[in-house]
């Protein structure tokens, strides 16, 4: 911790002193480049957690948690990568890299090679704390087949599997907060457990549906209790173009 403290504090020393215009490329090319090792970062998580469900899954999704811990250290990791990118893609640019080699007099950390130097050991830190995380998040999810739900919890590797029949309530939400739309889909199980269906992967699940409401339709034991109004119905109609509109409002009114 006190190195890192020391590597932030020269890098705020070292962030005074950049006046030349190429800063202004670099901060551009910076989040240019963090964004495409953010995304390409993401489908690499998502497609190992994909190998991790079965083939015959007709619906599957990360869940609040594991998306959390998936996503959130991976950018913070990626912000460290895609400076380490653009420092190397600065330098390339000879203009560039003699306005900030001229920038870097007298700084300490400020050369290109201390700077790659201690942008690595920064990103190494954040690599070891972020890869246990990422694991947790890639297990942390749930998939529907024909035989039910399987989730595998949070810490865990085991899955827990439910039958169609272990399904004792489905409640719908709809709430829009700060001119965003929140969905629920909400199986209780008899165990108590819940499993959202529809809070992360929403218009993935939306699109699976028709696959797997006859299961639904099927148990009679299942209570529903649909709390949507009015109002979640204006709101949601300013998010969502009529067709997906009219197919997200079937599936929230639990329509059989």
Same mark, same amino acid.
């Given at each position: 911790?006190?190195?890192?403290?020391?590597?932030?504090?020269?890098?705020?020393?070292?962030?005074?002193?950049?006046?030349?215009?190429?800063?202004?490329?670099?901060?551009?090319?910076?989040?240019?480049?963090?964004?495409?090792?953010?995304?390409?970062?993401?489908?690499?998580?998502?497609?190992?957690?994909?190998? =991790?469900?079965?083939?015959?899954?007709?619906?599957?999704?990360?869940?609040?948690?594991?998306?959390?811990?998936? !996503?959130?250290?991976?950018?913070?990791?990626?912000?460290?990568?895609?400076?380490? /990118?653009?420092?190397?893609?600065?330098?390339?640019?000879?203009?560039?890299?003699?306005?900030?080699?001229?920038?870097?007099?007298?700084?300490?950390?400020?050369?290109?090679?201390? #700077?790659?130097?201690?942008?690595?050991?920064?990103?190494?830190? /954040? =690599?070891?704390? +972020?890869?246990?995380?990422?694991?947790?998040?890639?297990?942390?999810?749930?998939?529907? +087949?024909?035989?039910?739900?399987?989730?595998?919890?949070?810490?865990? /590797?085991?899955?827990?599997?439910?039958?169609?029949?272990?399904?004792?309530?489905?409640?719908?939400?709809?709430?829009?907060?700060?001119?965003?739309?929140?969905?629920?889909?909400?199986?209780?199980?008899?165990?108590?457990?819940?499993?959202?269906?529809?809070?992360?992967?929403?218009?993935?699940?939306?699109? #699976?549906?028709?696959?797997?409401?006859?299961?639904?339709?099927?148990?009679?034991?299942?209570?529903?209790?649909?709390?949507?109004?009015?109002?979640?119905?204006?709101? =949601?109609?300013?998010?969502? !173009?009529?067709?997906?509109?009219?197919?997200?409002?079937?599936?929230?009114?639990?329509?059989?």
């Amino acid at each position: 911790m006190r190195r890192l403290d020391t590597y932030m504090s020269e890098a705020r020393q070292r962030a005074k002193r950049r006046r030349s215009p190429w800063n202004l490329l670099l901060v551009l090319i910076v989040i240019i480049v963090s964004g495409g090792v953010i995304y390409v970062s993401a489908q690499a998580l998502l497609a190992i957690q994909r190998c =991790l469900i079965s083939d015959d899954a007709i619906f599957w999704s990360y869940t609040t948690i594991g998306g959390t811990l998936m !996503f959130i250290p991976l950018i913070i990791l990626s912000f460290g990568i895609g400076m380490m /990118i653009t420092n190397l893609i600065m330098w390339l640019i000879r203009p560039a890299r003699m306005a900030f080699d001229k920038e870097a007099i007298g700084i300490k950390g400020a050369s290109f090679s201390e #700077a790659m130097k201690g942008l690595a050991t920064l990103t190494f830190i /954040i =690599l070891i704390i +972020t890869i246990p995380l990422n694991v947790f998040g890639v297990l942390n999810c749930f998939y529907i +087949t024909s035989d039910g739900v399987q989730i595998r919890p949070l810490f865990s /590797i085991k899955e827990n599997r439910y039958a169609w029949g272990d399904i004792e309530q489905i409640t719908t939400r709809c709430l829009e907060k700060r001119d965003k739309i929140y969905l629920n889909y909400v199986l209780r199980m008899k165990d108590g457990r819940d499993i959202d269906l529809m809070r992360e992967r929403r218009l993935e699940f939306v699109d #699976a549906y028709d696959k797997i409401k006859p299961f639904l339709a099927a148990q009679s034991q299942i209570k529903y209790d649909c709390q949507i109004t009015d109002g979640d119905i204006a709101a =949601l109609k300013k998010h969502y !173009f009529q067709g997906k509109y009219d197919k997200i409002i079937s599936i929230l009114r639990c329509e059989k």
